[in-house]
């Protein structure tokens, strides 16, 4: 059965940081594409980071550049997503995807970004 968790999600103040992790199961890790995704309240959901299987690649959408940095470990099944200087506007409920043969997506974890 295939599984994406994500695990991380918090309250935050701005300035913050948090790492978001995203634990696979049921597939081939090391094969598939990761994402992380985005989704705030009453908007649709955007693209967030992608990094390729083995991590050589990794490219963000312009208003996490310099901030975000995500990751693998393609031994733990694990794909993250290092957040720092967070922003009240970075509040979304983040998805992480897999994207190869087929794509899964992850329930979610839910970051707010308030003081």
């Known amino acids: 059965q295939v599984q994406l968790v994500e695990t991380g999600g918090g309250l935050v103040q701005p300035g913050g940081s948090l790492r978001l992790s995203c634990a696979a199961s049921?597939?081939?890790?090391?094969?598939?594409?990761m994402s992380w995704y985005r989704q705030a309240p009453g908007k649709e959901r955007e693209w967030v980071a992608t990094i390729t299987d083995f991590g050589i690649t990794t490219t963000y959408t312009d208003s996490v550049k310099g901030r975000f940095t995500i990751s693998r470990a393609n031994a733990k099944n694990t794909v993250y997503l290092q957040m720092n200087s967070l922003k009240v506007e970075d509040t979304a409920v983040y998805y992480c995807?897999?994207?190869?043969?087929?794509?899964?997506w992850g329930r979610g974890t839910l970051v707010t970004v308030s003081s």
């Open positions: 049921g597939f081939t890790f090391s094969n598939y594409v």
């Open positions: 995807k897999a994207a190869g043969g087929r794509t899964y």
